[in-house]
């Protein structure tokens, strides 16, 4: 027989373990249920093209508009930072907007390609498309802004699939958000491409038994044409000026690398560098000088050379070309992403595998003078560390644009 002491006691222990586990599940939803979701990031974020993914681009019909016209809960420092994505970019766009004036910004997700709109004087962002279109690892826009190629890896296949896109206008009604996109599949396995100044042609490199061959065409493929043809198939490609294409063997401490020049129209192979380890480069808009990288020694050398006559001269930092800019208002200014150390090991090659990351500083260099002015030391002031990608500036140089290679976020800088 239980005392009426013990049974006292008996009822009083089930009552508080059963309240305190009804406080417990009440307090863990509702925690669990305040969590925000985000677009999980690659885990392959330093190798472009090193997993599979689905051949099919997914087109829904319409959504909910719960992020159009949204205001972007972005982290500012006044007047100097903004971040504009949080999310892993595969890309973006700098257009300034004729109508409004301003500088419009595009970007495109990585995760699943829903493209985006913001400004440079407003931190609303806006998107302009739905369409999903699951990991994509790289995009190169036209500049107009509306246009964009787009590249992934084909099913569980290395098959890289170029898909070129047409921004269809953004519109909402009352119920629904309509914005996607179309276009047409470039052929497959494109190793690089480039996109002239203009913007109405692209050229393509496509790897086979022999090499490697060349095609200039219109963004939809259309026009093709022949121009150029390797036993080489390591290639990187840029267009700067409309007469020129550039052809840099991909880069290794340990290799010797080379600089060419293509003529778009004529189809004429010129050597501009050569036998340089571990040969990285950046040509101007006028095609008559150029930054590049020399790891031969224990750190990369930051050099330009002068096409014209023929001479190099060191410039005041150690970097990649890669980190760097040409002012879009001032032929002699570069604006460069300059690592605070370098730990000792083989550049780029470590760089480029991801085995390690910068912390970044920006300058500004003038390369006649040779002078620097700090303009952004970011960790000392924001506290945030930086390896600093695919930078760009507006047409006025008024601000400056960069993709963290940490982790792809999307970055803003007023240089005013």
């Known amino acids: 027989m239980i005392s009426k002491q013990k049974a006292i006691i008996l009822i009083l222990v089930i009552f508080f373990v059963t309240f305190g586990a009804l406080l417990w599940f009440y307090f863990s939803t509702n925690i669990g249920s305040s969590k925000q979701v985000k677009i999980p990031t690659p885990i392959d974020i330093y190798d472009p093209f090193g997993t599979s993914m689905p051949t099919d681009i997914i087109l829904p019909a319409s959504s909910t508009p719960e992020v159009t016209n949204a205001t972007s809960n972005n982290y500012t420092t006044p007047n100097k930072l903004r971040l504009i994505s949080e999310e892993p970019i595969s890309g973006f766009s700098i257009t300034e907007n004729s109508q409004t004036k301003n500088t419009d910004v595009h970007f495109i997700l990585r995760a699943n390609g829903n493209i985006y709109e913001t400004y440079t004087n407003s931190p609303e962002i806006r998107r302009l498309s739905i369409t999903t279109i699951p990991k994509v690892y790289d995009s190169l826009w036209l500049p107009d802004g509306q246009r964009l190629i787009i590249r992934y890896l084909k099913d569980i296949s290395e098959d890289i699939e170029t898909f070129s896109v047409k921004i269809n206008p953004a519109t909402t009604t009352l119920n629904e958000f309509k914005g996607g996109v179309d276009g047409n599949h470039l052929p497959e396995n494109i190793s690089d491409l480039a996109i002239n100044p203009r913007g109405d042609k692209v050229f393509y490199l496509t790897d086979n038994l022999n090499g490697s061959t060349g095609y200039t ?41 080379y600089l060419f020049f293509l003529n778009s129209q004529t189809g004429n192979f010129t050597r501009i560098l050569g036998e340089i380890n571990g040969l990285t480069t950046k040509t101007n808009k006028t095609a008559t000088e150029v930054l590049y990288s020399d790891s031969g020694s224990a750190l990369p050398k930051l050099s330009l050379y002068n096409i014209k006559s023929g001479e190099s001269k060191l410039l005041p930092w150690a970097t990649f070309p890669e980190k760097c800019l040409w002012s879009n208002t001032d032929a002699q200014i570069v604006y460069c992403a300059v690592p605070k150390s370098f730990p000792v090991g083989e550049y780029p090659d470590l760089w480029y595998q991801g085995l390690i990351n910068f912390t970044d500083d920006i300058w500004m260099i003038n390369t006649d003078t040779q002078t620097t002015t700090l303009v952004f030391d970011a960790e000392q002031e924001t506290k945030n560390s930086f390896d600093i990608i695919n930078i760009s500036t507006d047409i006025n140089d008024n601000y400056l644009f960069f993709m963290n290679k940490v982790d792809l976020s999307f970055w803003s800088l007023n240089l005013k």
């Open 217 to 257: 065409a219109r963004p939809d493929d259309q026009n093709k044409k022949l121009l150029f043809e390797s036993p080489l198939i390591e290639w990187l490609v840029s267009w700067p000026k409309e007469e020129i294409i550039t052809l840099n063997t991909k880069a290794s401490a340990k290799i010797p690398g």
